[in-house]
């Protein structure tokens, strides 16, 4: 026997529509809508948090940065100007840029080893936190000058008639100091051992005295040709102090302190810094080291040429 046929349910307005499962679209879009604008406001503040630490190391560092690159571009300039003013009264085969190097560097390198004496004589009692960590002082505006002259000094270097093996060293020395600069000015931290190592610059403002004296840019005489002896036995003095002496001694300051409070200064630093750092010192005490040579000959024999003419002025006398 049939069944009775099931009473038929009025047609709900659904029906006839097809069924729309929410997407993640939908879900993000509803919990928009649902969040009131406190937690916008709390979403904002989350975000400036993460990005202050960025706006003040642009703030400390980037806009300082510039303009010391701006102040040595422009002593160049002025350097070149005076270069060209004095070109009638050089040697028609003279070098301008070489000769703009040289009165570009008298005052850069002055400045640059003042800053690395004061700043390393001023936080050299403050203990290993501010060695590692220190970021005021003269030592960080050692560290903005350095990065920002050596910027400005390599097409110098590679515009400047020099013998192409000098060239390529040179230039080399001046793109890994700089990188190590610009690691330390982007952590904000280490600038004592960038000034510790600065103080080799005293050599260097050696160097270009001597050069400037050879180069005969104030002129030539006896008294210039004594400055010249006095001046090399100087600078084979201070390359040896400031630079043979000093790379060595800032390797075992470093690796010292980090011996002696690992986690607090070796470990908590980038590995970039960890051995960036002390692998440019072993290349430029190398680097020191073959030049140190090189000077010395120069001093023996400019030491030697000075006898003979003294010998040779006695003997016209006598």
């Given at each position: 026997?049939?069944?009775?046929?099931?009473?038929?349910?009025?047609a709900s307005p659904q029906?006839?529509?097809?069924?729309?499962?929410?997407?993640?679209?939908?879900?993000?879009?509803?919990?928009?809508?649902?969040?009131?604008?406190?937690?916008?406001?709390?979403?904002?503040?989350?975000?400036?948090?993460?990005?202050?630490?960025?706006?003040?190391?642009?703030?400390?560092?980037?806009?300082?940065?510039?303009?010391?690159?701006?102040?040595?571009?422009?002593?160049?300039?002025?350097?070149?100007?005076?270069?060209?003013?004095?070109?009638?009264?050089?040697?028609?085969?003279?070098?301008?840029?070489?000769?703009?190097?040289?009165?570009?560097?008298?005052?850069?390198?002055?400045?640059?080893?003042?800053?690395?004496?004061?700043?390393?004589?001023?936080?050299?009692?403050?203990?290993?936190?501010?060695?590692?960590?220190?970021?005021?002082?003269?030592?960080?505006?050692?560290?903005?000058?350095?990065?920002?002259?050596?910027?400005?000094?390599?097409?110098?270097?590679?515009?400047?008639?020099?013998?192409?093996?000098?060239?390529?060293?040179?230039?080399?020395?001046?793109?890994?100091?700089?990188?190590?600069?610009?690691?330390?000015?982007?952590?904000?931290?280490?600038?004592?051992?960038?000034?510790?190592?600065?103080?080799?610059?005293?050599?260097?403002?050696?160097?270009?005295?001597?050069?400037?004296?050879?180069?005969?840019?104030?002129?030539?005489?006896?008294?210039?040709?004594?400055?010249?002896?006095?001046?090399?036995?100087?600078?084979?003095?201070?390359?040896?102090?400031?630079?043979?002496?000093?790379?060595?001694?800032?390797?075992?300051?470093?690796?010292?302190?980090?011996?002696?409070?690992p986690d607090e200064t070796?470990?908590?630093?980038?590995?970039?810094?960890?051995?960036?750092?002390?692998?440019?010192?072993?290349?430029?005490?190398?680097?020191?080291?073959?030049?140190?040579?090189?000077?010395?000959?120069?001093?023996?024999?400019?030491?030697?040429?000075?006898?003979?003419?003294?010998?040779?002025?006695?003997?016209?006398?006598?």
């Amino acid at each position: 026997r049939a069944s009775p046929a099931s009473p038929v349910s009025p047609a709900s307005p659904q029906e006839g529509k097809v069924h729309h499962t929410p997407t993640r679209h939908d879900e993000k879009k509803n919990r928009r809508r649902s969040e009131g604008p406190g937690t916008m406001l709390i979403m904002a503040e989350q975000i400036q948090s993460v990005l202050t630490p960025y706006q003040v190391l642009a703030e400390r560092n980037v806009v300082p940065f510039f303009a010391y690159l701006a102040a040595c571009a422009a002593t160049y300039g002025l350097s070149h100007l005076m270069a060209c003013r004095i070109k009638n009264t050089r040697p028609k085969e003279t070098d301008i840029v070489a000769d703009a190097d040289l009165i570009f560097s008298v005052p850069m390198y002055a400045a640059l080893s003042i800053l690395a004496i004061l700043g390393t004589t001023a936080q050299w009692n403050d203990g290993w936190h501010s060695h590692w960590f220190g970021n005021e002082g003269y030592c960080r505006h050692f560290t903005l000058l350095y990065a920002a002259m050596n910027l400005v000094h390599v097409p110098i270097t590679i515009f400047k008639r020099q013998d192409t093996t000098y060239k390529v060293l040179m230039t080399g020395h001046h793109m890994l100091s700089i990188g190590c600069m610009l690691v330390g000015l982007k952590m904000d931290r280490m600038y004592f051992f960038a000034a510790l190592d600065g103080v080799c610059e005293i050599s260097t403002f050696t160097l270009t005295t001597l050069f400037i004296l050879k180069e005969g840019l104030i002129g030539t005489n006896s008294v210039i040709s004594a400055l010249v002896t006095a001046n090399g036995i100087a600078l084979w003095f201070t390359y040896l102090v400031f630079r043979i002496f000093l790379f060595p001694f800032w390797l075992y300051t470093f690796f010292s302190e980090a011996y002696a409070n690992p986690d607090e200064t070796f470990y908590a630093i980038s590995t970039l810094e960890r051995w960036l750092f002390p692998i440019a010192n072993i290349i430029l005490l190398g680097l020191s080291s073959l030049w140190f040579l090189q000077i010395t000959k120069g001093m023996l024999k400019q030491i030697k040429k000075s006898g003979e003419k003294s010998g040779e002025k006695r003997k016209k006398s006598d």
